[in-house]
């Protein structure tokens, strides 16, 4: 059983920014985070590949946000730079037991209870 603790959100204003974290309790292989926003379908936001050698990440985010894993602390976290108001939602990790990158909701069986994100204007 794996189960996630995700923690780090807050209030930003614009142009700043958050670091996400997300520690699991079991083991965790592939990880990725998504966000939802109100009226609005989860969308895909970074994937990290158990290695940690692997990452990729939305068009939206490229360039703002990183992804990065402490595997001996079983633990990914969301580095997000330059944060937009579009950012606002709520962040969940999510994991897999697989080692491969993957971009679909469906593709990951745990999940962390999500984090609020809200960047002011």
């Known amino acids: 059983q794996v189960q996630l603790v995700e923690s780090g959100g807050g209030l930003v204003q614009a142009g700043g920014s958050l670091r996400l974290s997300c520690a699991a309790s079991g083991r965790a292989y592939a990880m990725g985070w998504f966000r939802q926003a109100p009226r609005k379908e989860r969308e895909f936001v970074a994937a990290?590949?158990?290695?940690?050698?692997?990452?990729d990440y939305a068009d939206s985010v490229k360039g703002r946000f990183t992804t990065s894993r402490d595997n001996a602390k079983n633990t990914v976290f969301l580095q997000m730079n330059s944060l937009k108001p579009e950012d606002t939602a709520v962040y969940y990790c999510?994991?897999?037991?697989?080692?491969?990158?993957?971009?679909?909701?469906?593709?990951?069986?745990?999940w962390g209870q999500g984090t609020q994100v809200t960047v002011s204007s």
């Open positions: 990290i590949s158990w290695s940690g050698d692997e990452t």
């Open positions: 999510a994991a897999r037991l697989y080692s491969g990158l993957a971009y679909h909701s469906n593709e990951y069986f745990y």
